[in-house]
């Protein structure tokens, strides 16, 4: 290059400010290319059939399924499905269930939306949130034989419906997994045990193991409201 | 009679029967080794050691065609530029396993180090057979020192390097001779020694890029850049990953007993493959850059100018691309095959910059003699045979029996 030759500087440097900003401008797709789909670093697969279970306080959180705050969870399949049922915590706040009432196949259902409803024995229910968005490709057939198998087995057996989800990738955002599910599942034992007793704080040190139907135990009366305070569903009324 | 010696003597024939002959008798033993693999890799040697040995007697101008003009030869440009490069898988899988926790790859960091090892020692040997007076190696660590020079800071890293790369491969040595307290103290260190060596790896890998900017004039003004260093660099990580890939598949096949069964290879490959897809489209515009900034673009319309496309396309955005399609689609085997061809095109660049585009004005060409060149071949040999020897005996590709969690260090 001849030295004093300006000009020819300024449109170097121009190119050279063309290249990197080209570069960024490529790299992003770029990067989500060779990052693969969407589910896959997401997701555990159905192929994970024994779920190794840690105890947050009393109740248990298979490491390999995502959680929603409603108490729901959800893992992901080889068949791009994911599969969705209702967590440990929700089964024993609920109690022993007479029927679960489940959308139909081919319904859409939303995150943080109303999505099924769990029926105890005493008529009254709780509704509880759809985890993700989607639509509904099938339900557990064992559950309307033995509706208690999602209380006994709710990780297992006792799933409820397979959804075919449409925007995993932003539903993943307000799910939580590994030691965030731990934390939440505390707070939430924290939670139950101040309405034991609001005004004396913890009172379960001796060990009890909850039982099912523990909204039933604390309330009687008002158990279902109760329930659905924990499940989010309860903005809707009194009678929710 | 039966005294303590003959006893000693029994237990240091047990010894060597466990440790040296894999349990086999000196005989059974012998014979287990005659494979065809064996066959040519003797044949190799029993040409390349006592070629070796007249270059050493006779000296560079009776074994080389290296010239005052021509110094350096394939010695540096494969043996040394490439070996050096391609060892980086080393300090890229410690760093990413035991700095970034990307526990995935923990099966591979052990085949990665030894490979890195046995890499930089086979270039320093390479390295002493180029110079022409090898005793004088040892000179810039003992008492010359050259401060402002390049080639002095390539020295200490060297040894430096090598040294830590042997010091993380303690761990495995002290599991095969049963050594567990020993072990133990070499196993805490591993955060030290990783720390030390991308310190280490970062300096020299790219300083060996620096030694050609003292050379403006004589290499090609398409691979000659103010930014070398940095290609140098960001190369060598693609090198390492896409060796590990490469090595990691071989060895996985030819030691089906030695290796993890349960190591997700196939993963880890489409995992470094993500890795190396990235590294190398970024290095395709970090090249790309040095052609703007030195105004070279009418230059690629000469013959080294399609020499020079051929590398920038064929080597680096074209694998690039194979392992972004191979990593996104689960396609292993395109992983593979790319990742031998990145480690092709990686050679053909060290080789690009120290021997074809080096002197290309000049009408005294370079063109390596037989002996160089089966030289070469003799040293990669010789490594091969060596990973082998080890990784039959120490626990490499998968954790010994009674450190379960060892393939984690």
Same mark, same amino acid.
């Given at each position: 290059?001849?030295?004093?030759?300006?000009?020819?500087?300024?449109?170097?440097? $121009?190119?050279?400010?063309?290249?990197?900003?080209?570069?960024?401008?490529?790299?992003?797709?770029?990067?989500?290319?060779?990052?693969?789909?969407?589910?896959?670093?997401?997701?555990?697969?159905?192929?994970?059939?024994?779920?190794?279970?840690?105890?947050?306080? !009393?109740? @248990?959180?298979?490491?390999?399924?995502?959680?929603?705050?409603?108490?729901? !969870?959800?893992?992901?399949?080889?068949?791009?499905?994911?599969?969705?049922?209702?967590?440990?915590?929700?089964?024993?706040?609920?109690?022993?269930?007479?029927?679960?009432?489940?959308?139909?196949?081919?319904?859409?259902?939303?995150?943080?939306?109303?999505?099924?409803?769990?029926?105890?024995?005493?008529?009254?229910?709780?509704?509880?949130?759809?985890?993700?968005?989607?639509?509904?490709?099938?339900?557990?057939?064992?559950?309307?034989?033995?509706?208690? @198998?999602?209380?006994?087995?709710?990780?297992?057996?006792?799933?409820?419906?397979?959804?075919?989800?449409?925007?995993?990738?932003?539903?993943?955002?307000?799910? $939580?997994?590994?030691?965030?599910?731990?934390? !939440?599942?505390?707070?939430?034992?924290?939670?139950?045990?101040?309405?034991?007793?609001?005004?004396?704080?913890?009172?379960?040190?001796?060990?009890?193991?909850?039982?099912?139907? $523990?909204?039933?135990?604390?309330?009687?009366?008002?158990?279902?409201?109760?329930?659905?305070?924990?499940?989010?569903?309860?903005?809707?009324?009194?009678?929710? | 009679?039966?005294?303590?010696?003959?006893?000693?003597?029994?237990?240091?024939?047990?010894?060597?029967?466990?440790?040296?002959?894999?349990?086999?008798?000196?005989?059974?033993?012998?014979?287990?080794?005659?494979?065809?693999?064996?066959?040519?890799?003797?044949?190799?040697?029993?040409?390349?050691?006592?070629?070796?040995?007249?270059?050493?007697?006779?000296?560079?101008?009776?074994?080389?065609?290296?010239?005052?003009?021509?110094?350096?030869?394939?010695?540096?440009?494969?043996?040394?530029?490439?070996?050096?490069?391609?060892?980086?898988?080393?300090?890229?899988?410690?760093?990413?396993?035991?700095?970034?926790?990307?526990?995935?790859?923990?099966?591979?960091?052990?085949?990665?180090?030894?490979?890195?090892?046995?890499?930089?020692?086979?270039?320093?040997?390479?390295?002493?057979?180029?110079?022409?007076?090898?005793?004088?190696?040892?000179?810039?660590?003992?008492?010359? *020192?050259?401060?402002?020079?390049?080639?002095?800071?390539?020295?200490?890293?060297?040894?430096?390097?090598?040294?830590?790369?042997?010091?993380?491969?303690?761990?495995?040595?002290?599991?095969?001779?049963?050594?567990?307290?020993?072990?133990?103290?070499?196993?805490?260190?591993?955060?030290?020694?990783?720390?030390?060596?991308?310190?280490?790896?970062?300096?020299?890998?790219?300083?060996?890029?620096?030694?050609?900017?003292?050379?403006?004039?004589?290499?090609?003004?398409?691979?000659?850049?103010?930014?070398?260093?940095?290609? *140098?660099?960001?190369?060598?990580?693609?090198?390492?990953?896409?060796?590990?890939?490469?090595?990691?598949?071989?060895?996985?096949?030819?030691?089906?007993?030695?290796?993890?069964?349960?190591?997700?290879?196939?993963?880890?490959?489409?995992?470094?493959?993500?890795?190396?897809?990235?590294?190398?489209?970024?290095? *395709?515009?970090?090249?790309?850059?040095?052609?703007?900034?030195?105004?070279?673009?009418?230059?690629?319309?000469?013959?080294?100018?399609?020499?020079?496309?051929?590398?920038?396309?064929?080597?680096?955005?074209?694998?690039?691309?194979?392992?972004?399609?191979?990593?996104?689609?689960?396609?292993?085997?395109?992983?593979?095959?790319?990742?031998?061809?990145?480690?092709?095109?990686?050679?053909?660049?060290?080789?690009?910059?120290?021997?074809?585009?080096?002197?290309?004005?000049?009408?005294?060409?370079?063109?390596?003699?037989?002996?160089?060149?089966?030289?070469?071949?003799?040293?990669?040999?010789?490594?091969?045979?060596?990973?082998?020897?080890?990784?039959?005996?120490?626990?490499?590709?998968?954790?010994?029996?009674?450190?379960?969690?060892?393939?984690?260090?």
């Amino acid at each position: 290059m001849i030295p004093h030759d300006i000009l020819t500087l300024y449109s170097a440097k $121009m190119l050279e400010y063309g290249i990197a900003v080209l570069f960024l401008f490529l790299f992003i797709p770029f990067w989500r290319y060779v990052q693969g789909p969407a589910k896959a670093p997401a997701l555990a697969t159905a192929t994970s059939r024994t779920p190794v279970a840690t105890a947050a306080e !009393w109740f @248990l959180t298979p490491a390999d399924r995502l959680f929603h705050r409603g108490h729901a !969870w959800l893992m992901g399949g080889d068949d791009g499905l994911v599969t969705v049922g209702l967590d440990d915590f929700a089964a024993k706040l609920v109690g022993p269930l007479s029927r679960v009432s489940l959308p139909a196949v081919g319904a859409s259902v939303g995150q943080g939306e109303q999505a099924w409803r769990l029926m105890a024995a005493d008529g009254r229910s709780v509704d509880m949130l759809s985890p993700v968005d989607g639509t509904v490709v099938a339900l557990n057939p064992a559950l309307a034989a033995s509706p208690d @198998l999602a209380e006994r087995d709710p990780y297992g057996d006792g799933w409820l419906v397979k959804v075919r989800p449409s925007r995993l990738r932003a539903n993943r955002i307000n799910l $939580m997994a590994g030691r965030a599910v731990h934390r !939440w599942m505390e707070e939430a034992a924290a939670g139950l045990r101040g309405h034991v007793a609001p005004g004396l704080g913890a009172l379960a040190q001796d060990g009890g193991a909850p039982v099912a139907g $523990m909204a039933r135990a604390i309330d009687p009366e008002g158990w279902d409201r109760l329930a659905a305070t924990f499940l989010l569903t309860a903005e809707e009324g009194p009678d929710a | 009679m039966s005294s303590p010696t003959t006893a000693s003597a029994a237990t240091s024939r047990n010894w060597a029967n466990d440790k040296l002959f894999l349990g086999l008798s000196i005989w059974d033993y012998l014979k287990s080794l005659a494979t065809p693999g064996n066959f040519i890799a003797g044949l190799i040697m029993a040409i390349g050691l006592p070629l070796m040995a007249y270059r050493f007697i006779f000296g560079l101008g009776a074994a080389t065609n290296l010239s005052q003009t021509n110094p350096w030869g394939i010695w540096i440009g494969f043996d040394l530029l490439s070996g050096v490069a391609l060892a980086a898988g080393g300090y890229t899988l410690a760093t990413s396993v035991y700095i970034f926790g990307l526990d995935k790859y923990h099966a591979v960091v052990r085949p990665a180090v030894l490979t890195g090892f046995l890499g930089y020692l086979f270039a320093v040997l390479g390295l002493a057979a180029d110079l022409g007076r090898p005793w004088n190696l040892p000179v810039p660590i003992v008492y010359s *020192f050259g401060g402002p020079s390049v080639m002095f800071e390539i020295a200490w890293c060297v040894v430096l390097y090598l040294t830590v790369l042997f010091m993380e491969f303690l761990p495995p040595i002290f599991e095969w001779l049963g050594w567990p307290k020993a072990r133990l103290r070499a196993v805490r260190m591993t955060i030290g020694l990783t720390v030390f060596g991308v310190m280490l790896s970062t300096l020299h890998q790219s300083s060996l890029g620096g030694l050609f900017l003292m050379a403006p004039t004589k290499l090609h003004p398409l691979w000659y850049s103010p930014f070398i260093p940095a290609y *140098f660099f960001i190369s060598s990580i693609a090198a390492g990953l896409s060796m590990v890939i490469v090595e990691s598949a071989l060895s996985h096949r030819a030691f089906q007993s030695r290796a993890d069964h349960h190591a997700d290879v196939d993963g880890i490959a489409l995992g470094l493959a993500r890795g190396a897809s990235i590294v190398l489209f970024a290095y *395709f515009f970090v090249k790309l850059q040095g052609i703007a900034d030195g105004g070279r673009w009418a230059m690629l319309g000469t013959p080294y100018g399609y020499w020079f496309l051929f590398e920038m396309l064929g080597f680096i955005l074209l694998p690039s691309m194979l392992f972004a399609y191979g990593a996104r689609h689960s396609h292993v085997t395109l992983v593979r095959w790319t990742a031998a061809w990145t480690v092709l095109g990686i050679v053909v660049n060290r080789l690009n910059v120290s021997v074809i585009a080096m002197n290309w004005n000049v009408p005294d060409r370079y063109i390596p003699s037989f002996m160089e060149v089966w030289i070469s071949i003799t040293l990669v040999t010789l490594g091969v045979s060596t990973f082998k020897w080890i990784v039959n005996r120490m626990p490499v590709l998968k954790a010994h029996p009674e450190y379960p969690d060892s393939a984690s260090h």
